[in-house]
């Protein structure tokens, strides 16, 4: 199986239409920039303040006043925009931000997301989470199906939540899941995997759409 | 139109330092702004409440960071973005133990947080306030609009919504969240004038426009400090109105 990161924001990637605005979590969700299809351009919304931000510059071309919300070197496209943060908050929430891409620490059938806390273990804080899940238009969890094993898409979430009721589609190396009022239904199946393999990796009951098709 | 062009229009508009009529008792008035790091904040004691702009110190003035970890104040309360990196924004204060309540949307790139949260040794305790990054913002900006608070949808359902009064809005719940003021900001800019009108470049904005109006005394470490007039109004960001004190000699931010 190739690199389960780059399956994983390949098929990010396809959800992503030409001219959305879109707003990519640190780590994974930053990758799906690298494999946007043809013909299809976006705008990156970043939320220490830049609309229309591009890719990492090249060694020595740095401007050390341009950095991404991962506090790492980027460039601007032509047409970017900076901006403070209460106004880069004001795009997100007022729904201006067409998808947000981001992981998980667990994700529930009800569309529920945990993120950004381990009571006693790990407290990074919310950052800009809470308000992205919240305002954007769409909502993709992009993450490993399971963590070393252990079930992250739940009937239940046992972590404090982000949002409730936020999360509209799971892309995982497994497959692709979306959350609809009746559940989590399967809509794409990776080949390197069985519905009983994915079954077996999901802690809430999986519905299978009667259109399943192979991930890609 | 080539960009030659366009930098000869640049040089063609009005000479803005004309069109300012400055008498020499208010230039006075204007350039005693202009302080050492050390000068600029002497009235910071111990307890003090202080803003401090800039994500991840992208923003953050670390000129005068340093000097009030030299100058060794304790028991601050920090209102930032986040808790900077060791070595770095209020990172250094932290390290130095001089943080005791830290408002934040995120620390977890700084290691320190965790450690001095859970120290047994109580004095050193750090209370950490995580906040929403998009609410600390709007929290930040209320304090200097006037405002008595905002709703907001973010937090509903979460732990954060705990103690808050929550609002029903034609049929959409939000939280009631209040505004943030304190004693002191300290703020950084790229271009400052001797009024103290400031320009950001890139991302450095950040925090810094919202809190240079939410605090009782702002002070600006910044890049350039230049002439009153030599910033085209159109892009001063942040009015020298809400500046006290000019600190020059802030370098530039590398990661």
């Known amino acids: ?118 009571p006693g273990k790990m407290v990074p804080g919310m950052g800009g989470a809470m308000d992205l899940v919240v305002g954007a238009k769409k909502v993709i969890v992009s993450m490993q199906h399971t963590q070393k094993g252990a079930h992250k898409i739940l009937k239940e979430c046992k972590l404090p939540y982000t949002a409730v009721g936020v999360v509209d589609m799971i892309i995982t190396e497994m497959g692709v899941m979306e959350v609809k009022p009746e559940g989590i239904t399967l809509t794409e199946l990776h080949p390197d995997f069985t519905l009983d393999e994915i079954k077996a990796a999901t802690g809430c009951e999986l519905i299978i759409s009667p259109d399943l098709k192979p991930m890609e | 139109m080539n960009p030659g062009h366009i930098r000869e229009a640049m040089m063609c ?125 709007e929290r930040v900006r209320a304090g200097g609009a006037g405002l008595g608070g905002f709703l907001t949808p973010t937090g509903v359902g979460t732990i954060v919504a705990e103690g808050k009064q929550v609002i029903e809005v034609d049929g959409r719940e939000y939280l009631l969240e209040k505004p943030l003021r304190a004693d002191f900001a300290l703020i950084r800019g790229s271009v400052t004038d001797m009024f103290g009108n400031t320009t950001y470049n890139g991302t450095t904005r950040t925090f810094n426009p919202m809190m240079a109006t939410a605090a009782d005394y702002v002070i600006v470490g910044t890049c350039e400090v230049v002439e009153i007039g030599e910033i085209d109004p159109n892009n001063v960001v942040t009015s020298g109105i809400f500046i006290d004190a000019i600190v020059g000699g802030e370098t530039q931010w590398q990661i």
């Open chain 2, 13 to 137: 508009e009005p000479h803005i330092e004309e069109d300012f009529d400055i008498t020499e008792k208010e230039k006075g008035r204007l350039i005693n702004k202009l302080k050492t790091a050390q000068e600029s904040i002497a009235e910071i004691k111990d307890g003090a409440t202080i803003m401090v702009g800039g994500f991840m110190a992208c923003g953050t003035p670390e000129i005068l960071i340093d000097a009030l970890v030299e100058k060794n104040v304790k028991k601050l309360t920090i209102i930032c973005n986040d808790a900077g990196v060791p070595g770095r924004g209020v990172g250094k204060l932290l390290s130095n133990g001089q943080i005791k309540t830290l408002i934040a949307s995120h620390v977890g790139l700084n290691p320190e947080v965790a450690k001095r949260m859970n120290t047994d040794v109580e004095e050193d305790k750090l209370e950490c306030i995580l906040v929403p990054q998009g609410t600390l913002a």
């Open chain 1, 1 to 118: 199986m190739a690199d389960i990161k780059q399956i994983i924001a390949a098929r990010v990637a396809k959800e992503l239409k030409d001219g959305d605005v879109v707003n990519l979590g640190i780590g994974l969700p930053t990758m799906v920039a690298n494999f946007l299809p043809e013909g299809v351009d976006i705008v990156l919304q970043s939320e220490n303040g830049i609309m229309g931000m591009g890719p990492a510059p090249a060694s020595g071309d740095e401007d050390v006043d341009i950095v991404n919300a991962g506090a790492q070197y980027v460039t601007v496209n032509p047409g970017a925009m900076f901006f403070d943060s209460a106004t880069s908050f004001g795009i997100i929430r007022g729904g201006h931000v067409d998808a947000t891409i981001l992981g998980a620490l667990e994700v529930d059938q009800h569309g529920n997301l945990a993120n950004w806390i381990v």
